[in-house]
Nanobody
Framework: QVQLVESGGDLVQAGGSLNLSCAAS????????MGWYRQAPGKQREFVAV???????NYADSVKDRFTFSVDNAKNTLYLQMNSLKPEDTAVYYC??????????????WGQGTQVTVSS
């Protein structure tokens, strides 16, 4: 199975920066979609940034021009560079991967989440 492990979450002051990483492992043949989502206390999980089938990253309006989603294919790692952080960015951040495994079976994998806390 495909496993995703996030890291990089931390406590940071407003205006600061943080870089999240998501390492993927397992049998991955094709990636159709990948992205980052977050869930704040008392709220539903929401889209932050996503790449669909080799396209350019799409960002939620709330993070545009502040967050950058990138992928290192050689390392099988997703990154989310977060700048100019705001208290409202506080949430558990999850990476997501959808694609085909070695058996050509579709997979939808989520990481365990990493906590980002932005203080004022």
């Amino acid at each position: 199975q495909v496993q995703l492990v996030e890291s990089g979450g931390d406590l940071v002051q407003a205006g600061g920066s943080l870089n999240l990483s998501c390492a993927a492992s397992g049998s991955i043949f094709t990636i159709n979609a990948m992205g980052w989502y977050r869930q704040a206390p008392g709220k539903q999980r929401e889209f932050v940034a996503v790449i669909i089938s080799g396209g350019s990253p799409n960002y939620a309006d709330s993070v545009k021009d502040r967050f950058t989603f990138s992928v290192d294919n050689a390392k099988n790692t997703l990154y989310l560079q977060m700048n100019s952080l705001k208290p409202e960015d506080t949430a558990v951040y999850y990476c997501y991967l959808r694609g085909l495994g070695a058996t050509q079976a579709t997979f939808n994998s989520w990481g365990q989440g990493t906590q980002v806390t932005v203080s004022s």
